[in-house]
């Protein structure tokens, strides 16, 4: 269940805090297959943003590592990593994932295919708009 939703005229926004979406709860994927035995449970983004407003489906997956320790920071990329390959999003869904810093740890937003970004909470919020208006891509590319 998400922990906010926004009805919008053009569909609807959702957001999940540290839990994944139910079509994602897969017992067979590849963290849950290989940590079962030991007892791991999912692995779980700080925010997972839905925005339904057809014909677009698009997910972000926000991982918040607000941190002034660079090593912290860029620890983040590799969970983003998991998350692209532990969640395959349907192929009628577009998936960006973002790390998100503090300010002074980075010059300017960075991306990588209109997939990965690293930013600022600025940054995300642009983001998060962009998304909402369909602008997405626009703003991934001026960040690459």
Known sequence: MPCL?????????????QTVPEMYRNS????????????????RPDLWLLT??????IELLVE??????????????PQILAYWYEYLPPAEVERIHMVVCPETVI???????GKLALGTPDHLRT?????IQGRAAEVLGNWA
């Open 5 to 17: 939703t926004a009805e919008l005229i053009e569909g609807v926004w959702s957001c999940f805090y």
């Open 127 to 131: 983001l998060v708009a962009a998304t």
């Open 28 to 43: 067979h994927s590849p963290y849950r297959t290989l940590t079962r035995s030991p007892g791991g449970g999912y692995l």
């Open 64 to 77: 918040c590592k607000y941190s002034l320790k660079r090593g912290t920071v860029t620890a983040g990329v």
């Open 107 to 113: 010059n300017r937003p960075q991306s990588w295919q």
């Open 52 to 57: 339904d407003i057809p014909p677009l489906s």
